[in-house]
Structures are given as structure tokens and as C-alpha cells.
């Protein structure tokens, strides 16, 4: 059962407008959550991270809203750009020791973002 | 700056060899793991390291092994490759320390076909 589902498998935007990346999470134990963005054939790089004591948490071009009654997160990329194009994961963890080590993260699968010219 | 190092970019081997992927990092992180990154699945965590000796099955073990023997090394060992275990293999690594600092940095991944 996935714990960390991100719903849209792709999402295309035109350079310039916003994207928005979404992100639903079922168990109440996590307590932090990341989005990673990756490139073909290279491995995923941090983006960008929130507690679950915020509900937003700015970094530039990125910003990350968290809604913990919903257990819903959503990334949002301002402008966007083609070099943005990439698929990006959503990530949660749980800081108590939760079925197994303490910073062990579960992936959601994944939204392939394009953004067009 | 931080660095996760997998031994190889891209492997090819035949069914039923035993395979070794490696990775290091250079962080003393006291966590470790492995992923796949397949179509439509996202990133599957096979087994994870959180001590040196230490290793805990994750989301997907069945046909794989792992061993740490250096806080710095974790190794995936596919003991008899399968075509289905053609994947990007991903190792990263984190650090448990304080409120919510569980960022995990990655490797450049491994692209492992077996045929």
C-alpha cells in the first residue's frame, strides 16, 4: 500500500508560468518531507524540505506547502523554466524510530515535469 | 561538498552471475541505502544500513543482499541476476541528526541490464 502517492505520472508548462507538483501522504507518523528532482540517468538531487511544525518553506524559484489535515504537499516552481524539466519525487520520513532506522524515507513515484519554451 | 560514489554508471551481465554494485560516501553517515528506479514505480527501497553490520530489509529484499563492513561502504549483492532485476540501482545515504535533518544525498546511479 503506497504510503506516499503523487497522483499525476507527467504535467507540462510553459516557460514563464507556474507549476505544481502534488503530493498525498497516509500515514500521520511522517513528520518531514522532501522533493527531489531528477535527471535521466543521474541520480535524484535534494530540492527542497519541510517540517511538519511549518505549513510553507520558500527557496527562491520553489516553495513547498504542507497541509497536515489533508496530508497533502504540493511544490510549486515560479517562474518556470525548461531546464526545471525533469521528474521530481516527493519523499517523507519519520524522525521517531518508525519500522526501522530514524531518516528512512519512502518515495512517492514520481511526476515527470516538461516545461515548454 | 558531499559525495555518494557508485562504483559503476552502467553494467551488463548475464543471467545467473552474482553481481556486486558498491557505493561510498565521504559524509561519515551513519545511514545507508539502496534503491531501484523502475517505469511507473518510482524509487523501490531494497534494504537500508543504519550502523556498520547493521542492515534492515526494505520494501523489496527478495533476491538481493547486502553487506556493511565500513560505516563508508554499502554493497548490493544480487546473488543470481534475473532479466527482472534490470533496473537503475540508487545508493544514498543520510544522517539522523536533530529535528527533521534526514536529507539523503544520492549516487550518480548504476544502470544494470542483465540479459
Known amino acids: 500500500d503506497q504510503q506516499v502517492k503523487q497522483n499525476s505520472p507527467s504535467l507540462s508548462v510553459q516557460e514563464g508560468r507556474i507549476s505544481i507538483l502534488n503530493c498525498d501522504y497516509t500515514?500521520?507518523?511522517?513528520?518531514?518531507f522532501l522533493w527531489y528532482k531528477k535527471y535521466p540517468a543521474e541520480g535524484p538531487t535534494f530540492l527542497i524540505s519541510i517540517s511538519s511544525i511549518k505549513d510553507k518553506n520558500e527557496d527562491g524559484r520553489f516553495t513547498v506547502f504542507l497541509n497536515k489535515s489533508a496530508k497533502h504537499l504540493s511544490l510549486h516552481i515560479v517562474p518556470s523554466q525548461p531546464g526545471d524539466s525533469a521528474v521530481y519525487f516527493c519523499a517523507a520520513s519519520a524522525r521517531v524510530n518508525y519500522g526501522g532506522s530514524q531518516g528512512n524515507l519512502i518515495f512517492g513515484k514520481g511526476t515527470k515535469l516538461s516545461v515548454k519554451p | 561538498d558531499v559525495k555518494v560514489t557508485q562504483s559503476s554508471r552502467y553494467l551488463v551481465k548475464r543471467t545467473g552471475e552474482k553481481v556486486f554494485l558498491e557505493c561510498v560516501q565521504d559524509m561519515d553517515h551513519e545511514n545507508m541505502f539502496w534503491y531501484r528506479q523502475d517505469p511507473g514505480l518510482g524509487l523501490r527501497l531494497i534494504y537500508f544500513s543504519y550502523d556498520v553490520k547493521m542492515k534492515e530489509k526494505g520494501d523489496i529484499p527478495e533476491g538481493y543482499s547486502v553487506s556493511r563492513e565500513k560505516k563508508e561502504r554499502f554493497s548490493l549483492i544480487l546473488e543470481s541476476a534475473s532479466t527482472n532485476q534490470t533496473s537503475m540501482y540508487l545508493c544514498?545515504?543520510?544522517?539522523?541528526?536533530?529535528?527533521?535533518?534526514?536529507?539523503?544525498?544520492f549516487g550518480q546511479g548504476t544502470r544494470l541490464t542483465v540479459v
Open positions: 544514498a545515504s543520510s544522517s539522523p541528526t536533530g529535528r527533521g535533518a534526514t536529507e539523503a544525498f
Open positions: 500515514n500521520s507518523m511522517f513528520d518531514y
